[in-house]
């Protein structure tokens, strides 16, 4: 299956996959979106943004197989994506904050009381946000004249921005 993953068309059909199975609309519409090539006009990715915000948004139940391991991933990338906002200027540090406070509160939402625990003990973890910090201003030369990363960013502050008292 890894190796099957680098291929940008099997990602994109193991969200469409995904999307059936555990109903996160927004989550695998936006990881579609990040993998379609980059020669999509901007125009086209915002207007596929705005629609995200007319889909209803799921409930945060446990979802079963959802672990420590694939939140922590994913929180992992959440704050090197607002990171990377906040060095290539697309983002102010205090949108950055609040999007990495709500990607938690989010993911947190969807774990058991275990997993919830470790993966806020990973994040308050003194050096996981100065390395995570580091790591997007090293990259921030390559990352910020990459639209994908732009409209990951777009697409993700969005959701969030609609959902921030829901979690």
Known sequence: MTALARFSVVRILLHLLAMLGDRCVRFHVAGIIRELPSRISHACA????????????????????????????????????AETASACGWAQDR???????????????????????????????GHYKTELRKAAWEGAGQNCANSRWRLGWLSYKAAADEHETEY
């Open 46 to 81: 915002c207007a596929t943004a705005l629609l995200l915000t007319l889909i209803p948004s799921a409930r945060a139940d446990e979802v079963p197989g959802y672990g420590f391991e694939a939140a922590a991933q994913e929180i992992t990338q959440l704050f090197w994506l």
């Open 95 to 125: 949108e950055a904050t609040k999007f990495m406070d709500f990607s938690l509160r989010f993911l947190t939402a969807h774990l058991s009381s275990t997993h919830k625990q470790a993966l806020v003990s990973l994040v308050s973890e």
